[in-house]
C-alpha cells in the first residue's frame, strides 16, 4: 500500500492587494540582496572556501578538560566577544581553531606531547 500521496500542483494565486507591493511602502529586497552580496565578497577576501576538513560533526562530541581550561575557554569567548566584536563565537569555535593546525598532528608534535598526556592520565586515575 503507498501511504505517501502524490501532491498536485496547484496554480499561483492571483495577485491581490494583500500580496501586491504597495508603492507606499519601501521595499527593501534590493537593499538586503546588496548587503548580503556585499557581506559574502568581504567574507571571502578574509574566510577561506569550505571543504569537507571544515564541515562540523552533526553531533556533538564531548571531552573531559582541566578548570583552568574551562577557565581559559571563557575568558577567550569573552575577548573575542566583548573586544572583537564577534558575538557568534563559543568555546566550540576556539577549540577548533586551536586544533585544527596540521603540525598539531604529527609524530613530532605528538610526541612532545606525552609528558602532558601522560600526567593528565595520572591525574585522572590518582583523582577518582
Known sequence: MNLEK??????LPAPTQE???????????GRLTEQSTDRSTHQSIYLPAPSLSSRVMEKPRAFYITERLNQRLDEAVRYYQEK??????????IVTALLDNEANWTE?????L???????????????
Not at 613530532?108 to 612532545?112: K, M, Q, R, V
Open 108 to 112: 613530532e608534535a605528538l610526541d612532545l
Open 6 to 11: 502524490k501532491q498536485k500542483k496547484q496554480p
Open 84 to 93: 572583537r566584536n564577534l558575538q557568534k563565537v563559543d568555546r566550540s569555535v
Open 19 to 29: 500580496n501586491t507591493p504597495n508603492p507606499s511602502v519601501p521595499q527593501l529586497t
Open 114 to 128: 606525552l609528558a602532558k598526556v601522560i600526567s593528565q592520565l595520572t591525574g585522572r586515575l590518582t583523582n577518582r
